[in-house]
């Protein structure tokens, strides 16, 4: 028997035992456009020693990059080896749809014609910004202070009228294309002086 991976045998000659499973993937490569045919599938699986089990998952996703996935069924041992052809390729685009979480720790504080907002800022590593939102006190809908998401912190309201009571939030949002928004903050409310 030949133990080339990718022989198939005939029912006689494969050998006893479970029928175990290796899993390989196939990335894109930069240089590669979308439709192309990946390269043969890679000679190691990425599962250490064949699996029993049918499912697997795979922990090291790039959000946006192409990825194929074969599997092969193994039977016997490293002597009497038989490996079957690759199952048919699967594919996927790994696509980030998980929003950052929301800024906590909101604070407001007004001065002469101000209100000054801050925040903790958030740990996640595709954080395109902030955005915060206003609205007067006793209003259900808050609107957009800023345009585009700010990287600081902290933010001065200058668009204020004395006497009047101001509510804020602040919402994360990642580099996702369209982005992924984090749920409110906390409330911080103040008035203007």
């Known amino acids: ?15 006893a035992g479970p029928t175990l499973y ?16 990946v390269n043969a599938a890679p000679a190691e699986p990425l599962n250490g020693s064949p699996m029993g089990a049918l499912t ?17 069924a193994v039977r016997g041992t490293a002597s009497n080896l038989s490996v079957s052809e690759p199952s048919p390729r699967a594919c996927i685009t790994p696509i ?14 007004a001065a002469e014609g101000v209100i000054n907002l ?3 800022p958030n740990g996640e590593p595709d954080l395109a910004g902030y955005v915060v939102l206003r609205g ?27 006497g009047v ?5 602040v ?7 369209p982005p992924n928004v984090s749920v409110d903050s906390n409330r911080a409310e103040e008035t203007a002086r």
């Open 1 to 15: 028997m030949d133990e080339t991976p990718g022989n198939v045998t005939s029912a006689a000659t494969v050998p």
């Open 22 to 37: 290796n899993v390989y993937r196939e990335i894109r490569g930069a240089s590669q456009p979308t439709g192309s045919t």
């Open 56 to 72: 697997f998952t795979d922990m090291a996703v790039q959000f946006g990059q192409e990825r194929c996935y074969t599997v092969r």
């Open 96 to 109: 980030d749809t998980v929003a950052p979480a929301a800024p906590t720790d909101v604070s407001a504080l």
């Open 118 to 120: 801050s925040w903790e």
């Open 136 to 162: 007067r006190a006793g209003d259900a809908t808050l609107q957009p202070l800023t345009s585009s998401p700010v990287m600081e912190t902290r933010f001065a309201d200058r668009d204020v009228m004395p």
């Open 165 to 169: 009571r101001y509510v804020y939030v």
């Open 171 to 177: 919402r994360a949002v990642d580099r996702q294309r």
